[in-house]
């Protein structure tokens, strides 16, 4: 694991860049990157943790999930975290299903190996605390989110955020995904995205999304997607020196 791997590699990844040289060397070994199509199950609910993941250009969405597998959207994880946070914090099972949905790379460290070098302070630690601190914030937001709007605005909440992951106005996304990602369903999604189509602001076809009027949906998408904005862009900025 780890051949072929370099330190500019993993500089894409927020919490990755503020690994100091003597970390970075006893955790390179380790480390390996591979591809993650969409719909790569990271992490299953109640399955032992066997390794953190660390998206590189990859993102993931956290579902919570009832016993029947129906499952929701509490979060997002991509370059600026990691999956897995549960180690960090004591569990040795996953808390809930990590589901890739949109492709990319992903670096890949043996939890062991992690914990060994989570418990002195110093950038490493402090940037995977500021990482935790911003996903309880979005999982809180999507529980206020979920209760308290209508599915138009989550949906163009969800829009927002997607674009401001992928770094594009297109990209892909079934209303099948969306409906679990918003805990609505499929026929909701249907006519809210279609309504959405007829008033210019996307362009919907063939699981193909395209942001037609981003300056319209921050219009109509709720508050909550300034709040996890904010949280996210404090994350990147707080960069490499924590």
């Known amino acids: 694991m780890g051949m072929g791997v370099q330190p500019s590699d993993l500089h894409r990844n927020a919490v990755l860049a503020t690994l100091d040289a003597s970390r970075l060397d006893r955790l390179l070994p380790h480390i390996q990157i591979d591809f993650s199509p969409i719909g790569h ?56 299903t990590v589901v890739c949905w949109c492709a990319g790379d992903t670096a890949y460290l043996p ?44 949906l163009a909440r969800w829009l927002l955020a997607a674009h401001d992951r992928y770094d594009c106005k297109q990209f892909s996304s079934t209303q099948e995904s969306l409906s679990q990602m918003l805990g609505v369903q499929r ?39 300034r709040v996890v904005d904010q949280a996210l862009t404090a994350v990147r900025e707080a960069g490499p020196a924590g």
């Open 41 to 96: 199950v990271a992490q299953r609910a109640g399955n032992a943790l066997s390794h953190i993941h660390f998206p590189l250009d990859s993102v993931y969405s956290v579902l919570a999930e009832s016993q029947h597998g129906v499952g929701i959207e509490v979060g997002t994880v991509g370059s600026e975290g990691l999956v897995g946070i549960a180690g960090h914090l004591g569990a040795r099972n996953s808390r809930q």
């Open 111 to 154: 939890v062991d190996e992690f914990l060994e070098e989570t418990t002195a302070a110093g950038p490493w630690h402090d940037a995977i605390d500021r990482f935790t601190d911003y996903l309880l914030i979005q999982m809180a937001q999507n529980v206020l989110c979920t209760s308290q709007h209508s599915v138009r605005a989550r």
């Open 187 to 225: 026929p909701t999604i249907s006519e809210t995205a279609a309504r959405m189509q007829r008033e210019g602001l996307i362009i919907y076809r063939r699981g193909n999304i395209e942001i037609v009027d981003r300056v319209a949906l921050r219009q109509i998408a709720c508050e909550c997607y």
